[in-house]
């Protein structure tokens, strides 16, 4: 039986792939960006996730699309790096805006959607992809680092009352992924995995019904290892990379 897929950020990087792997399944992909470019596949609803009012007529127009949604995977989002040299409060703000505030309101409006259909098909799936930046944040993160924390929270609430609605609540956070975003980058990425690998493991692991997904596992363990070290040690060890000079 075919699935109703939504998949925010789905015409580039990871959402792209991931449209593209269900689209070749047989499955009814919806996907929503701020633009489509020609290459991407399914039925297509722009979201601007900087504008609530937008989120809000794309939330509305999906309603309309597909009143079910199967599996709704909300991957959109952007990054920002900042240090404390350069720190700026209103882009932090705005990226608050990108990456958690209007995944707020996306939850908000699916959640009658996918309730549908558990009601129909007995299930449902609905996965927030943070970052494993979440697990560490490193120097010039903190802005993005905080707003993959707080979505990963969220979620970790939310799992524990939709497990009761037979909605399962997956959270992905990968690590540096080949993707148009991560392109900017003007520094060494360890690990970076390409975004038709990451977008296969990510299905894989829904399928599977994993709800924490993480990868590359080498990568994750560092993160997690790095993060149970003292705070002074810690600090040490890091602020070692930071772009800040020191002071004399």
């Known amino acids: 039986m075919s699935l109703n897929v939504w998949i925010t950020g789905g015409t580039k990087g990871i959402g792209a792939s991931l449209a593209s792997l269900y689209h070749a399944d047989g499955d009814n992909v919806i996907v929503s960006a701020r633009s489509r470019p020609n290459n991407s596949v399914g039925t297509f609803i722009p979201l601007d996730a900087s504008s609530r009012e937008s989120v809000e007529q794309t939330m509305a127009e999906l309603a309309s699309t597909s009143p079910t949604v199967d ?3 909300l991957n959109a989002g952007n990054c920002v790096y900042m240090n404390s040299a350069t720190f700026n409060a209103s882009d932090a703000i705005e990226l608050m805006q990108v990456n958690y505030s209007a995944n707020l ?3 908000e409006k699916i ?3 996918l309730r549908k259909t558990v009601a129909i098909k007995g299930t449902a799936k609905l ?3 943070s970052s494993s ?3 560490l944040p490193l120097p010039k993160s903190g802005a993005y680092a905080a707003t993959k924390a707080a979505l990963t929270a969220l979620g970790e609430a939310l799992r524990y009352d ?8 997956h959270i ?3 690590g540096f992924v080949d993707t148009p975003l991560t392109q900017k980058n003007d520094f060494s990425m360890p690990f970076l995995v390409n975004s ?10 829904i399928a599977k019904g994993t709800l924490d997904i993480s990868f590359p596992k080498r990568l994750v363990w560092i993160l997690h290892a790095i993060d149970f070290l003292p705070a002074r040690l810690k600090t040490k060890l890091l602020s070692k990379i930071s772009t800040v000079e020191q002071t004399k």
Do not use: T
């Not at 038709?196 to 692991?205: F, M, P």
């Open 172 to 174: 992905v956070s990968p």
């Open 133 to 135: 930046i979440s697990y």
């Open 196 to 205: 038709d690998d990451a977008a296969a493991k990510i299905k894989k692991a």
């Open 162 to 169: 939709l497990a009761n609605e037979k909605i399962d609540l």
């Open 105 to 107: 309101v996306i939850i």
């Open 127 to 129: 996965v927030l992809v």
């Open 71 to 73: 599996v709704a995977i």
């Open 111 to 113: 959640l009658p959607q």
